[in-house]
Nanobody, 117 residues
Framework: QVQLVESGGGLVQPGGSLRLSCAAS????????MSWYRQAPGKERELVAR????????NYADSVKGRFTISRDNAKNTVFLQMNSLKPEDTAVYYC??????????WGQGTQVTVSS
């Protein structure tokens, strides 16, 4: 069965770093673009970063450009989100997703990221 399992979330101080991972199984990972979304309490889910199937192209929300980096390892069916210089406003549940031509087929269950002193 299809699974997207996020890990790596937690509590971090402002200015700190976290690396999220999303392990995929049950579908052909290498033909899907992968994205990270986040949803803060009381807010809509927003796209944070997206990477194309072969990893040749990425795009980021303006709020995270220069601080977050998305990458993928197709041999290990895993997508990553390296988050540096974290701010309290980055606090949210982070979800990974798999899409083809921006049609999202699969979602993970989410991992909590809390940035607080």
């Amino acid at each position: 069965q299809v699974q997207l399992v996020e890990s790596g979330g937690g509590l971090v101080q402002p200015g700190g770093s976290l690396r999220l991972s999303c392990a995929a199984s049950g579908f052909t990972f290498s033909i899907y673009a992968m994205s990270w979304y986040r949803q803060a309490p009381g807010k809509e889910r927003e796209l944070v970063a997206r990477i194309t199937s072969a990893g040749g192209s990425t795009n980021y929300a303006d709020s995270v450009k220069g601080r977050f980096t998305i990458s993928r390892d197709n041999a290990k069916n895993t997508v990553f989100l390296q988050m540096n210089s974290l701010k309290p406003e980055d606090t949210a549940v982070y979800y990974c997703s798999a899409d083809r031509a921006y049609y999202i087929s699969y979602w993970g269950q989410g991992t909590q990221v809390t940035v607080s002193s």
